[in-house]
Structure formats: structure tokens, C-alpha cells
């Protein structure tokens, strides 16, 4: 028999990360609210930015991303050389599990956290530890009950996706504040531009002053820019040091750097979308509650939407519908909600479509088929 290499422990329990279903069969112009994009797409100065690159395409970027992080220190007060950019936040949430967990080691994340925490966690050889959540939303004693002497990272959405929901600012602290100094907790606030809610912390002020907190953050959401792959983390200068040592030297390609310092500069845009985005949100939500649709509250650019559990009511018959209709939402199962959908908010005009779609889906007779995907 051939004998192949063996990938180390926790390898091979990983199921593939899979996004979200970009088309529907049969619709040359699908509303695509299966993966949390900006509804308004790349501010017209970061588009601008990368084109203006074009010409340069035989320079290597700048490793160490100087002028984005000088931008991103001064619209955040916040010390630049504390800053790490990376190859989306997805990257800059690997290399924080390589550097701080191993075989051995346990990693903490919450029962509907995002799919990249266990994915990280089985690649270094640690154990993932699931913390059950109240009302999909994460909850800190749950959490707490769970750390031991092997705990090394807590990873913690907030808000939390696919659920949208999120914990306030004393919450936050009662978490940091109860875990041991060895541990590091990791404050993923990839949503944050769209939250308007006055008791929500992203974690900038704790990563400042506290030595074991990590926040990270995204060019990908409300920015628009989810096609160049670049997120940023701000942390002390000891874990600064860390991921330094272990990232590429280009990890951040130049496009991606130019076309973020110009989004930067347009903030405008940046409330446009968060102002669209309440609206449409509330509306949505409105008209689907409407029907008898449960939805999680959400403040965030999606909602989360739960089924009955009937035949041709239920979930994956909603998904059915909706892509015969060339409307694409994401499935949940991946996130033990198989009863869910999870629907971007889009433009006005998706926005009602994907409201109209739904409230005739459940005002039609149910048909006879079963709920298996």
C-alpha cells in the first residue's frame, strides 16, 4: 500500500469553509443576499484608488501597510504601530490561533459563532469549545463556565454573525474581566460600521489598556471592498510583535491597501450604507414579522429568519422558492440553525422583492414535499 503524508492532529476534521451561492439556476440577474456585501458596493474614490494602481502592478506593496494604518489610527485615535492588516480579518483570525493554541489547548467559541473560530482551532490541533448561547446571542456566564487552566483563546463575535444580535459594552467587560490573564480574547467586530445602537463597544478602548485582547475589523462589509480581502486587528504591542513575526511579509496586496486609505476618506459613504441599511432592515423585518415569520432582531446588514417546521414551509423549501424567483439567501445548517435563513439586506428594490417573494411564499398552499435539503 502507498504510504501518504499524515496532516497533523485536527486536520482532517475540518469540513471546508463554503461561502454563499453567488447565482441561481436559471436567472441571469440574481439578487444575491447570501453573503453580507455592501448594498451599496466601494465608495467611488476607493474604486478611483484601484484603478489608479493598474500601472503599478510590478511593485511590491508596502509590508508593513504605513499609511493605511497612519489613516486608520487617525479617523479611530488609536496608536498606529498597534495595528496589524491582513489578508482579510479571516487571516489575522488564523494567525491569532496558530500563535496562541496547539494540541492540547482548548479555544472557546459561542454555539452560532462564526464557522472560521473551529476551522482555526482544529488546524493548530486544538480542541474547539462550544459555548451554548441565549437567544442567539452570546452569553458571557455560559462562556465563563467553560474556561479552564487549557483555555487560550476566547473568540467572540460581536455582533455576532449569522444571528446579528450582539452584547453590550458592560457585558464585554464582564467577559474580559473574568477570563485569566493567559488567555486571549478575540473581539471579531467585522459588522461594526453598521451599528447604531449607543450601549454597543466594538473593543477598541479594551484592546488599548488591556494586555490580552485582540479587536479585529474588515474592509469587506460596510466598506465594500470584500473582493480585495483585507482586514485590520488592533492589539498591545506584544501581540502586535507576535503577529508580525508570523505573517507573510505582502500580506496585504497594494490595491487592496490603496483602495481602503481612499474609502477611508469618504465616510459619507460609509453613513450612506448604514443609513440604508436601517431602513431597508426595518422594513424588511416589518414585513416578514408581518407574515408569521420569526426574525432575530439584527443590528447588522442581514437578518436572520426562522421557519416552521413544515413540509413545504420550512426552511429549505423557502430557499427553493426564492431561487426559482433568482433570489439567493444563505442555507443555515453549517450553523446548527437548519430551520433559518440567513438574507442580506440589499438595495430598496431587492429589498422588497425578497419581502414580496417571502409573503407570497407564505400565503401559498404548503406543497407536499419534505424538508430535506
Not at 200 to 206: C, I, K, M, N, R
Not at 221 to 241: E, F, N, Q, S, T
Not at 254 to 261: E, G, K, N, P, R
Not at 345 to 364: N, P, Q
Request: glycine residues 8%.
Amino acid at each position: 500500500m502507498p504510504v501518504h503524508p499524515t496532516p497533523r492532529p485536527g486536520i482532517m476534521e475540518i469540513s471546508p469553509y463554503v461561502g454563499g451561492r453567488s447565482t441561481a439556476e436559471g436567472h441571469a440577474n440574481t439578487i444575491k443576499l447570501s453573503s453580507n456585501e455592501s448594498a451599496l458596493g466601494p465608495s467611488p474614490k476607493a474604486q478611483a484608488a484601484y484603478r489608479a494602481l493598474a500601472a503599478e502592478l510590478h511593485r511590491y506593496p508596502d509590508g508593513g501597510a504605513t499609511a493605511l494604518r497612519t489613516a486608520l489610527g487617525t479617523l479611530h485615535d488609536i496608536e498606529p504601530e498597534r495595528i496589524v492588516c491582513g489578508n482579510g480579518s479571516d487571516e489575522l483570525l488564523q494567525l491569532l490561533a496558530h500563535a496562541y493554541a496547539g494540541p492540547g489547548d482548548e479555544v472557546i467559541h459561542t454555539r452560532h459563532g462564526f464557522l472560521v473560530y473551529p476551522l482555526a482551532t482544529l488546524a493548530t490541533g486544538a480542541t474547539p469549545v462550544v459555548a451554548p448561547e441565549r437567544d442567539c446571542t452570546a452569553d458571557v456566564d455560559a462562556i465563563l463556565g467553560l474556561v479552564t487552566e487549557r483555555t487560550r483563546i476566547v473568540f467572540l463575535a460581536n455582533p455576532n454573525n449569522p444571528t446579528g444580535t450582539y452584547i453590550p459594552q458592560g457585558e464585554l467587560r464582564r467577559l474580559w474581566g473574568g477570563l485569566p490573564e493567559h488567555v486571549v480574547l478575540v473581539i471579531d467586530s467585522a459588522y461594526a460600521e453598521f451599528v447604531t445602537e449607543t450601549d454597543y463597544d466594538p473593543g477598541l478602548e479594551l484592546a488599548g489598556m488591556a494586555p490580552n485582547v485582540v479587536m479585529t475589523r474588515t474592509f469587506s462589509k460596510a466598506y465594500g471592498l470584500a473582493a480585495l480581502r483585507l482586514g485590520w486587528a488592533y492589539a498591545a504591542p506584544a501581540i502586535v510583535d507576535v503577529l508580525h513575526r508570523i505573517r507573510g511579509p505582502f500580506n496585504a496586496n497594494a490595491a487592496a491597501l490603496a483602495a481602503a486609505h481612499a474609502a477611508l476618506e469618504d465616510q459619507e459613504h460609509v453613513a450612506r450604507a448604514r443609513s440604508l441599511n436601517e431602513t431597508c432592515r426595518a422594513a424588511l423585518a416589518a414585513r416578514l414579522a408581518a407574515c408569521g415569520l420569526a426574525v432575530v432582531p439584527s443590528v447588522c446588514n442581514f437578518l436572520l429568519v426562522r421557519f416552521p417546521a413544515k413540509a413545504g414551509r420550512d426552511a429549505a423549501a423557502a430557499d427553493r422558492f426564492l431561487s426559482a424567483r433568482g433570489i439567493v439567501a444563505r442555507r443555515m445548517e453549517p450553523y446548527h440553525l437548519g430551520d433559518c435563513l440567513r438574507i442580506t439586506i440589499g438595495l430598496e428594490a431587492e429589498t422588497d422583492e425578497v419581502g414580496r417573494a417571502l409573503e407570497a411564499f407564505m400565503a401559498a398552499p404548503a406543497a407536499d414535499e419534505g424538508s430535506a435539503p
